[in-house]
């Protein structure tokens, strides 16, 4: 085998959708889909991930393998966890709007980051006009899947011209159907007690939209040339009508047929029949119909089978059937016209040579849909898509490029208030508002940038800091963190977090501001504030305070409180750091989160100010154990992934990787290099630095180089492309420590199996 061939072989296959014994359309596809790629290729396992849309679920067959409750967030990301366990090469996805929790579905999108392997999404549903969550929905699908599939052309045609997908990147692979021989119908009749009847058939699950009303008011006109006319609808009422109005439709219909003198003309059978006696219907009809009243339906496997076993088709034209009907293979009638499906019905049944021709053209049309084909199509694809499967790219054996510190990325989402928080792409989304967190840190980068950019840090750093002022609440003791963009505040109280941060971006402004009236005001505040963060309980935001108090002692050595806080925070943290550590996970919780890093640099930041050799001791322990967690095989940096938060003693799940840990990891190991002299910790902070410029799991570049801007974060087979304050900052102060570390250790070599 080459190693072409290699890349993409499949070797077991992982599939969400409904299934049976749900009742939907999309439950019935995915089994048979299932079915039919285990037929083709049995020793290739189809594991089937479920939708429940209830909380009891559904007594589903051992194909299934799980299930997810459509509004239960944890639900998505327990089974993205699975799937990346099972070993599947790859996941195929039945979308259909309503499937799925969130506005359009969107939850999905966040199982689909966290699964690391090539996706397909088979699409049952494209839409001429999406609204603004449809479209993001599905826009997002297409960035994340190697293929989507529709099964018309016209699905294609519509996703290039809205959605502005290249063709390419479409399959059209037409509904599956069975596989049965050409057969008259009286057999069937027979058993269906329907002989000595002309049979017009109509199956799927009723619901307004079907148009059987349509066909009902054609009966009057239908019967009077063919008197034994027989109207069979087929199908349980769809469950979500059920429950909202029971069977009144069904009723009204009944209610109709009374009314025009047919009742006896029309026969429901009410129920979800299995697939075996499904088609022993359409054996016995005479002519399929489907009288459906909105064009924007792309698919029908009603129309399908109904094709597949060689019934002349009376339709009317919506998308999937001018396409499958429209070169001869059946009939098209204008939309809701009873008249016209009187007429046209009639006509067909009066001429039995016409009859049989088309019931010959459905046939053959059909032999080109099987399920056995679809089963072959699909597979072609599922081996392309892993076979194009990004290839991790082996790191270089050298220094990364050193990126100087570019104020772009920052000053493009700061205006007269402050830092905002979040973009979209590069466009700052003003609809998030700012936050005191990223101008905390704004404030900080300034002091950091010299050179030209000195003055404009300067002139920045007074807007940052205004806003810290504004956002401190001295009557509550706490910082408010979160305001809208029209400046109202949107809370009195703050995360301690939040307050840790602001505490640390003080007393780093009252030593490293450059000009002497911002370190007045930071000194100012600092003695305003630090006494109310005794009360924090967090171990974060204790270690943010920390730093804050620590860096204050540089400039101000003989300031009392500032010093107390290292004290008391260093003894807080080394006792949790004692209380909790074990064998095989030496950590201060007994789970990673966010800033992981900045826990260990804090324990060695007050050992060191305060001569405690236990505290720098322990302090680096943890960190070399943290280092040794945030490698991968290669030895590159791997940040704890989002995905591993709050996991008791478990950091199995990579994805999303935030830039802010690589900073922490940067800030730690310089503190730990300044405690000990050890030049390993130059090499780790380097390792951290390189997951910028690429140096990481996808071999992605997570900075935009030339305009100081940087991506949200690492997910399992891109980079996602917003550019948030924290990702940007966080960035900015890794070139800013890059400097430094260069300046500090320029004849110095670093590992190069970790810093390449």
Known sequence: MTQAQQAGSVRRIAMIGNFPPRLCGIATFTADTRAALVAAYPDIPVDIYAMNDRGEGYEYPQDVVCTIAQGELEEYRAAARRINDSGADVLVVQHEYGIFGGNAGNLLLRLLDRVDLPVVVVLHTVLENPDVDQRTVLDALARRASRLIVMAQKGRDILARVHGLSPDRIAVVPHGVPDRPFKTTAAMKARFGLSGHTVLLTFGLLSPNKGIETMIRALPGIVARQPDALYVVLGATHPHLVAREGEAYRESLAALAEELGVAQHLRFIDGFVAQDELLDHLEAADVYVTPYLNEAQ??????????????PVVSTPYWHAVELLGDGTGLLVPFGDSVGFAQTIGDLLAHRAKLDTYRRRAWDAGREMTWEKLAHAYMTIFRDAVARRPVRIAPRQHRPSLIAPDMGGVERLTDGCGMIQHSIFAVPDRNHGYCVDDNCRALMLMHRLDGEQA???????????????????????????????????????????????????????????????????????????????????????????????????????????????????????????????????????????????????????????????????????????????????????????????GRRQDVSLPWDQQPLEAWATIDAALTAHEATGDARWLDTAMTAYAWYVGENDLGLPMATFGDGGCYDGLMSDRANL????????????????????????????LRESAAG
């Open 298 to 311: 792309i698919t029908s496997g009603t129309l399908s089978y109904a094709v597949a076993m060689g019934k």
């Open 455 to 645: 003055g404009r840090a300067d002139a920045l750093a007074t807007i940052y800091a205004a806003f810290v002022q504004h956002a401190w609440n001295g009557t509550a003791g706490r910082f408010r963190n979160f305001m809208a963009f029209d400046r109202s505040w949107l809370e009195e109280v703050g995360s301690e977090d939040s307050f840790g941060r602001s505490l640390w971006a003080i007393g780093d402004t009252a030593a490293k501001a450059r000009r002497p009236e911002l370190r007045r005001w930071a000194l100012h505040l600092f003695d305003q504030v630090a006494p109310h963060s005794l009360a924090l309980t967090h171990p974060r935001s204790w270690a943010f305070s920390l730093f804050g108090a620590d860096a204050l002692l540089e400039e101000h050595a003989g300031h009392t409180l500032a010093l107390s806080l290292v004290r008391d925070f260093g003894e807080r943290l080394h006792a949790l750091y004692r209380n909790n550590r074990e064998d095989g996970w030496r950590w201060f919780e007994h789970w990673l989160s966010y800033d992981n890093a900045r826990l260990a640099e804090a324990l060695i930041r007050a050992g060191h100010r305060l001569d405690r050799p236990d505290m720098v001791a322990d302090g680096i322990e943890a960190l070399d154990w943290l280092d040794g967690v945030q490698r991968n095989d290669a030895g590159q940096f791997r940040a704890v992934g989002t995905e591993s938060f």
């Open 722 to 749: 917003n550019q948030g304050a924290e990702s940007v900052l966080a960035f900015q102060f890794a070139c800013c420590a890059a400097a430094k570390i260069t300046a500090r250790v320029s004849a110095e070599p």
